[in-house]
């Protein structure tokens, strides 16, 4: 079965907070998801492999660590996945970003798959899923399987705040994905939305409510 890793750091659970706040407007709604995905990469990138080099300082000739060069490719789906693409960037410039475009019917609340374009080499990246919301998990299973019928081999998911049930939905449709996240909060309202959550990511992020 897939991990999943909370990511507490004293400085994401505090911009979370502010994040959560329906008092936070737009612009700095986007800010802080930003601040929180650039924090989130340095923590997901923490096991990344490094090989040795030989460099000289000034003063002499030295064998340090640099990374070893894998493949990394960012796929957010959208929309709100692509308020969390440049604050993992400034992290991992040099990764691909592939996109996956889903919404969720707001009648069947099941994911529609509107849109996809990703890196040609996806087999031989590592892939990291980003989306902010894991609510009830339709949208990233989904997100997976398409990434994986095209020859995905190694997915990692990220998302700032999941519900249990969208955790569980993911475990079992993909043991072999990980989960990273900065909160993992009670449980899925009527509508699907995740309680206590932040509300639509989507239209908090992008001003559209
Ligand atoms: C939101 C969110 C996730 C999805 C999560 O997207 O960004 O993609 O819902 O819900 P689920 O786990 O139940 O699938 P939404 O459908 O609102 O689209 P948007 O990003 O275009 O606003
Ligand atoms: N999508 C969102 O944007 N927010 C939720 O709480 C659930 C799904």
């Given amino acids: 079965m897939g991990k999943v890793y909370v990511l507490d750091h004293p400085l994401i659970q505090h911009k979370l907070t502010y994040i959560r706040d329906k008092n936070t407007g737009t612009k700095e709604f986007r800010e802080l998801v930003d601040e929180v995905a650039m924090l989130m990469a ?20 030295t064998k340090a660590k640099v990374l070893a060069g894998k493949k990394i490719g ?19 410039p040099a990764a691909r ?7 969720r019917d707001p009648e069947t609340l099941e994911p529609v798959e509107y849109y996809i ?14 989306d902010p919301m894991l609510a009830t998990g339709g949208s990233a299973n989904d997100a997976i399987h398409s ?24 475990q079992e ?3 072999d994905v990980d989960i ?13 939305y995740i309680i206590p959550g932040l509300g639509d990511a989507g239209d908090r992020l992008f001003g559209t409510k």
């Fill in 42 to 61: 340095f923590e997901i990138t923490r096991n990344l492999p490094l090989a040795e080099t030989t460099i000289n300082t000034p003063v002499v000739e």
């Fill in 74 to 92: 960012l796929v957010p789906i959208l929309r709100a996945g692509l308020g969390m693409v440049d604050g993992m960037l400034k992290l991992i």
């Fill in 97 to 103: 970003v592939g996109h996956v475009g889903l919404y």
């Fill in 117 to 130: 374009k990703l890196p040609k080499d996806i087999s031989e990246r590592e892939l990291i899923v980003i």
């Fill in 147 to 170: 990434l994986k019928k095209r020859g995905a081999k190694q997915i990692r998911l990220m998302c700032l705040i999941a519900a249990p049930e969208g955790v569980e939905k993911i």
């Fill in 173 to 175: 449709a993909h043991p």
């Fill in 180 to 192: 990273y996240l900065a909160a993992l909060d009670e449980k899925l309202d009527d509508h699907a």
